[in-house]
């Protein structure tokens, strides 16, 4: 009877505390997940939202660059030679995306004629930019369809997005970008732009972290602007969960996860981020698809348990000698678990039911560790050149200054800079300027092929040199010096032609008095990478 109040005892510990472990293990993996998804995909569609703003401002610049004195658009010769010369670098400008379905400029009325500028369109038929007709003003009211994106780039005197709206002419779904163009601090008109919508809707619908979840965009006014579902497009969130509306419109950029119910008593889970330009995007699942895994891998230990009991009590006198240590060594695995620790390595003792529940165990803590790398493979990959992002540096920094700390070994940082990136990008576009970023990175990886590099920033980048690297760190560097001076020779595409401004740190465990601050070792590196920049003069050789 004691060895069987024993055992009972020690199955109830067992299961209780695999129960814990996976409600306390999935709900940090849920959390994880959900805000790590909300995030990349902000950061998509801000790249995206991004790229539309750069494009008009290009062309805002073109028609300031191009008008020679605002009071000549009372001229009406002269305005139709300055549009007919913006309408040219529009097109070639416009013409190079396919997402772009349409650009118009109108001139203010209160410096030029209300029906002064132009609208072009792209042919569905042939892809070509079509002239149609420029709208009067003075003949509509600033509520008119017509008319109103003038009207609300111009009351709001800054560039603006306005939400996803269906196109007539293009039988689609578009979202617009309104720009006021200024000349000496006078507003001499309002240039805009047409997105295909499709590209962000594609974006978003395929959003899904868990079976039945989805993601849907909010408008600073709390309305639901797009939603795979079309049932809540329109609808203001607040109308969904109140709760969920006031999370959301308090949230300063960062969403926390948040549990709520639907009217019709559905428990969900949502995560959102602020995106740039004011909208929000909410990413949400429901509770059975969260926990879906949980509840299996529960059922899991309850059978486990109900087995482990039905066997106890037939085999007293056997259990009482083969399964309490068994048990313990689970029932102490089952909380390293429910602890974070995931690397427990449970080895059954006996061919048994033990065994069966030291499998399903054993189960339960690789699936939490496929979804955790899953999670860690998002957060620590760069996704622009496939190396290690700054997530990952930020982890690599903090056993770094362990390892200074306790002067365990040398290592060096190389802190690298891209050169002419920025002229590269007004020069030749962004997407010039992404191909050089990723063929400097390529240069890096082939130079430095033992040592993991990190993009930290848009143009920087840092290695870690250990080992045999950091020996031959010398060496190194001037092969990555020798491989830039080949490129500038053998290329002349500008996204080939790579410049990198770098420095090297060392850090020397055994030396009589080594630094203690990695910031310290960063921040000459980070010296040396500037002299660097100025002995190379900024130029491409």
């Known amino acids: 009877m004691l060895t069987m109040c024993s055992i009972l005892i020690c199955t109830a510990i067992l299961g209780g505390a695999g129960i814990y472990a ?31 703003a750069d494009s008009v401002d290009v062309m805002a610049s073109d028609a300031v660059r191009e008008l020679s004195d605002y009071s000549l658009l009372k001229d009406n010769l002269y305005v139709r030679s300055y549009l007919y010369n913006l309408d040219s670098v529009f ?31 792209r042919s569905p ?15 509509y009211l ?17 560039g603006i997005f306005t939400n996803p709206h269906y196109d007539d002419y293009h039988e689609c779904e578009v979202i617009s970008y309104l720009f006021p163009v200024y000349f000496e601090k006078h507003e001499i008109g309002v240039i805009g732009l ?27 006014s709390d309305k639901i602007v797009y939603s795979k579902d079309d049932s809540h497009i329109g609808i203001n969130l607040f109308d969904v969960n109140q709760d969920l509306g006031r999370e959301v419109r308090a949230s300063a950029g960062v969403g926390r996860l948040i549990r709520y119910e639907t009217e019709d008593r559905t428990v969900w889970f949502s995560s959102w981020r602020r995106l740039e330009n004011g909208m929000r995007i909410v990413v949400t699942a429901p509770y059975e698809s969260v926990y879906r895994y949980r509840n299996q891998l529960i059922s899991l230990l309850v059978y486990g348990v109900i087995l482990i009991l039905f066997v106890s009590f037939l085999v007293t006198t056997f259990i009482a000698n083969h399964i309490v240590h068994p048990i313990q060594k689970l029932t102490n695995g089952a909380r390293a678990i429910a602890d974070g620790n995931l690397q427990v390595v449970l080895k059954p003792d006996t061919n048994d039911e033990i065994r069966v529940l030291t499998e399903s165990i054993d189960i339960m803590e690789k699936k939490l560790n496929e979804h955790i790398e899953k999670v860690r493979e998002l957060a620590y990959r760069d996704p622009l050149t496939g190396v290690r992002s700054k997530t990952a540096y930020k982890d690599e920094v903090s056993k770094l200054q362990k390892v200074m700390e306790d002067r365990v070994f040398d290592f060096a940082i190389v802190v690298c800079d891209l050169n002419h990136l920025k002229l590269v990008n007004d020069n030749f576009g962004h997407e010039t300027g992404d191909e050089y970023i990723i063929n400097s990175c390529y240069m890096l990886c082939q130079t430095f092929k033992r040592s993991p590099v990190y993009r930290i920033g848009g143009d920087e980048f840092v290695v870690i040199l250990t080992k045999h690297d950091f020996e031959e760190r010398e060496e190194l560097c001037q092969k990555l010096f020798e491989h830039m001076q080949e490129s500038c020779l053998r290329y002349k595409d500008p996204e080939s032609r790579i410049s990198i401004a770098y420095g090297v740190a060392e850090y020397f465990a055994h030396a009589e008095k080594p630094l203690t601050d990695y910031q310290e070792l960063f921040r000459i590196g980070d010296e040396r990478m500037y002299e660097k920049k100025k002995e190379m003069g900024g130029g491409r050789r």
């Not at 499709?198 to 868990?210: G, N």
Request: with cysteine.
């Open 91 to 121: 097109n070639e400008s416009a013409a190079k995306d396919d997402r772009i379905l349409a650009y118009y400029y109108h001139l203010n009325p209160d410096y030029a004629a209300s029906d002064a500028g132009f609208v072009f369109r």
């Open 142 to 158: 600033s509520t008119d369809p017509e008319v109103s994106w003038y009207f609300t780039a111009h009351y709001a005197q800054r």
């Open 125 to 139: 038929k042939t892809g070509s930019f079509q002239s149609q007709l420029v709208p009067d003003l003075k003949k």
């Open 194 to 220: 047409d997105l295909d919508f499709s590209s962000i809707a594609e974006s978003l619908d395929a959003v899904s972290p868990y079976d039945d979840s989805f993601a849907f965009l909010v408008d600073q």
């Open 22 to 52: 996976c409600q306390s293990v999935t709900t940090r993996d849920a959390d994880k997940i959900m805000n790590l998804t909300a995030e990349d995909e902000a950061t998509i569609l801000d790249g995206q939202f991004k790229l539309m």
